[in-house]
């Protein structure tokens, strides 16, 4: 047995030893995952084990948040229960799966005009609602004082520390040229923050079949408080900008004045820095180098 199928087998027997009545279900690996292990179980439900310290962190917190942020929602979200590692020795979360097919690229073109035009209706909704929620309420440190340059200017220092074993003049010059006239003009920053996903994709959205409608979004491990035009990129980059303008058709937060300047100029040049520093929090020093050559050829060309 590999290291790979031995990892997944401790996951599915700490399933089986807490969950006993799901001890005879069908479990499913999921094969393509990010910060968590995920195994369905009995195509009902999904158990997620998170992978890094950032991920369990995020667990702790969307079983605080979602389930009064489902309250406000039409389009169904994760409604987890959490398991801490203190009392079965595995951190883990699980939720009823929510049934749907991821809205890859392809799905959406196959759909009809009218299909496409229901998606466009039902993600403006979503996060029209989900960018009004009061996140001031949220008792959680992350969702206190929230100040949306000075993160970004974290998030530039860190990146900056965390790159130094790997990068080189050219691209630290590039890194500075992208960063510093973004942070330095303030007219990036007269936004009024909100709640965000912070993560939307195609693999996080579900699209149900009978009813041709968005059935639900998952995955909110990356939810904070920032710039709503930063929630678009994930969907820019995936379904293009003419998807993007008539999904703002139904949306009623406010579109300010450089909402689409920093999408063009900042978010979408940024996706592969995550990429990086997840790669350097797990020790994968090829998943590194990769996308920091991939950062280079889109800054330096």
Not at 62 to 86: A, C, G, M, N, W
Not at 125 to 143: C, E, G, M, T, V
Not at 207 to 231: N, Q, S, T, W
């Amino acid at each position: 047995m590999s290291s790979y199928e031995s990892g997944y087998q401790s996951l599915i027997a700490c399933i089986s030893r807490n969950h006993p009545e799901l001890a005879n279900e069908r479990f499913q690996v999921a094969k393509e995952t990010w910060s968590n292990d995920v195994v369905i179980v009995g195509n009902r439900y999904i158990f997620r084990f998170p992978k890094t310290a950032t991920a369990k962190k995020s667990l702790k917190m969307e079983k605080q948040v979602l389930p009064k942020l489902s309250e406000q929602l039409t389009v169904e979200i994760p409604s987890i229960q959490f398991v801490s590692d203190r009392n079965v020795g595995l951190s883990y979360a699980y939720y009823p799966l929510i049934k749907g097919s991821k809205l890859s690229r392809k799905l959406y073109r196959s759909l009809t005009f009218e299909q496409k035009k229901r998606v466009q209706e039902d993600l403006g909704r979503f996060l029209s609602d989900l960018h009004a929620y009061p996140w001031n309420d949220i008792k959680h440190s992350d969702f206190t004082n929230v100040d949306v340059k000075e993160n970004w200017e974290h998030f530039y220092k860190t990146f900056q520390k965390a790159i130094r074993p790997y990068t080189n003049k050219a691209l630290d010059r590039a890194i500075t040229k992208l960063f510093d006239p973004f942070l330095s003009n303030p007219a990036n920053f007269k936004f009024e923050p909100c709640l965000l996903h912070a993560d939307l994709k195609p693999d996080h959205l579900l699209y149900d079949f009978d009813k041709h409608r968005l059935a639900g979004v998952i995955d909110f491990g990356a939810m904070e408080v920032g710039d709503p035009a930063f929630e678009f990129v994930g969907l820019y980059n995936a379904y293009g900008k003419a998807f993007i303008d008539q999904l703002l058709k139904h949306y009623t937060g406010t579109i300010d004045n450089t909402f689409w300047q920093r999408i063009n100029d900042f978010y979408v040049k940024i996706v592969h820095f995550y990429d990086v520093l997840y790669g350097i929090e797990i020790g994968d020093a090829k998943m590194v180098k990769y996308h920091l050559s991939v950062i280079q050829r889109e800054l330096l060309g």
